[in-house]
């Protein structure tokens, strides 16, 4: 996005403001369970009855302090008024209100109608478009109900906002050129910006986010677009397989045989190097000076570039891996829980014995680093996109499993190498570790290539027919009248060339 000066001082104010306005009705709500909790002295009185515990996440009854201003010194605003919502009942036939029913407004409602009153005697909320002063409240929301329900962390105070959202159908596109387009921005003007996608073919634009990153603005729009995804392709329908390793030496072993480099975007010794050096370059300027700040602008800056370059490499490197065949088999990694520091190592004495704590941080590095997870979203897309499965084995002793005999092995792998104990099976590691993964998924192909037994001595093939056995499922079996037919003829040729 190409903000002029003023729009982009403009937008600077806005996140101020903005994070300001989010931590402030945090603390509303936080502060009104906190004083209702075991820690107050005074006398307690709860409105409606109901209250939660914060460490067993347990709602009792139908409502929680946090969500709803159940408490008194809960999300209670100055007008009483202001905490209960009206809401209209209607007749299910002739849908005429039939009542009107008076009940407890949900704490982010009142925010929100506190919010409105607010805009009236401040200046920088009146700036604010109101929809994106709302959509805060509601990005809060959605912090709590992700700590009740799906056991994220507790919401915290943020020390820095770098986006906002507009509602749907407030952000209009106008103007859209071959290189450009700009958009109106409800309260701040039409913004110039590039756009990297044919926008013409825009119906209906949703949710707008509006974002700071690196010291550049970008704007994302979620569209709906006219036409829908293909269906994904059935399994047996499928005739190709590809598996794939990820790892660090090659980020990504292809079952084919071939490999995806790893690039190491921020791990590799000059850009590490460099990066280290303006960490060090912010710790030496003091604190609150404006060298420390540019200082701080430098450093996202270089991150920011890293990140786009690792970005735009998974892309490619997604998109090589989905082109190969129909079906794309992945490892199930637990990336979070491989990153994970190393456990301490007691010694039985009240001390510690060296748990390779150094090292693992290294790793975990070098592992975040080649952005596994980010390949894993991007095949998904693609392959969603191109209607092909993708599917999630488990990656139990992938390493070491040999894919001719089955044979389970620590012996068999040295390092890169992969030589099976059992049967002699050679084969690169992760290549072979691949190949176990496109094999779990069980898909059997029938082999397009007709080999001749090996004795047959001096005989060439005068015909070649390639055959394609097009079974349901393509658990096949080769013994199609073709097959026969060819070995037979082997057999009689072999016959008249030994007389
Ligand atoms: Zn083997």
Redesign the pocket.
């Known amino acids: 996005m190409l903000p002029n000066r003023s729009q982009e001082a403009t937008l600077e104010e806005w996140l101020v403001t903005l994070r300001k306005h989010r931590n402030y009705a945090f603390r509303e709500r936080t502060v009104g369970f906190e004083s209702n909790n075991k820690h107050n002295d005074g006398s307690i009185v709860y409105a409606y009855g109901s209250h939660c515990e914060l460490e067993s996440r347990i709602e009792y009854g139908s409502c929680c302090p946090l969500t709803c201003p159940v408490v008194k010194h809960g999300v209670i605003p100055h007008q009483l008024k202001l905490a209960t919502k009206q809401t209209k009942v209607k007749d299910k036939l002739t849908k005429e209100i039939i009542a009107v029913k008076t009940d407890w407004d949900s704490a982010s409602g009142i925010q929100m109608k506190v919010t409105t009153q607010l805009r009236k005697s401040l200046n920088n909320f009146a700036a604010i478009d109101s929809d994106v002063l709302q959509r805060n409240i509601i990005k809060l929301d959605k912090a709590f109900s992700n700590f009740f329900d799906n056991g994220k962390g507790y919401p915290q105070f943020i020390k820095r906002l770098d986006s906002f959202e507009y509602k749907p159908g407030r952000v209009l596109l106008r103007d859209i050129r071959k290189n450009y387009a700009s958009a109106y921005l409800p309260g701040i003007g039409d913004v110039k910006f590039h756009n990297s996608r044919d926008l013409s073919i825009i119906q209906d634009l949703r949710t707008c986010t509006i974002k700071r990153e690196g010291g550049n603005w970008y704007i994302s729009m979620l569209v709906d677009l006219t036409g829908s995804l293909p269906d994904i392709k059935p399994l047996e329908q499928c005739k190709s397989i590809v598996g794939i390793d990820v790892g660090i030496h090659k980020l990504v072993a292809l079952s084919d045989g071939s490999f995806i480099e790893n690039k190491h975007p921020t791990t590799n010794i000059r850009t590490a190097r460099r990066l280290s050096m303006r960490q060090r370059a912010i710790s030496r300027k003091r604190k609150g000076s404006k060298n420390k700040i540019k200082a701080i602008k430098k450093l996202a800056k270089q991150n920011h570039k890293l990140a786009q370059y690792r970005n735009g490499y998974s892309w490619q490197a997604a998109s090589i891996i989905v082109k190969t065949a129909d079906v794309v088999a992945r490892e199930d990694l637990r990336i979070k829980n491989m990153i994970k520091r190393a456990k301490p190592k007691s010694d039985g004495k009240g001390g510690y014995k060296h748990n390779g704590a150094s090292r693992k941080t290294g790793l975990n590095r070098v592992i975040a680093d080649a952005g596994w997870g980010e390949i894993f979203n991007k095949i998904a897309w693609l392959a969603l996109k191109a209607g092909k499965p993708v599917v999630e084995v488990s990656a139990k002793y992938s390493s070491l499993e ?6 389970i092995d620590k012996k ?1 792998r040295e390092g890169e190498k992969y030589l ?6 050679t084969e690169h590691a992760d290549t072979k570790a691949s190949r176990i993964t496109a094999k779990r998924v069980g898909l059997v192909f029938p082999s397009k290539e007709l080999t001749l037994p090996t004795d047959c001595g001096k005989v060439t093939l005068s015909r070649y027919q390639s055959i394609v056995i097009e079974t349901e499922n393509h658990a096949f079996e080769v013994n199609s009248p073709t097959v026969g037919y060819l070995r037979d003829k082997a057999e009689t040729l072999k016959e008249s060339s030994s007389l």
């Open positions: 040999c894919p001719k005999c089955g044979h068999s099976c104990v059992a049967c002699q099976y």
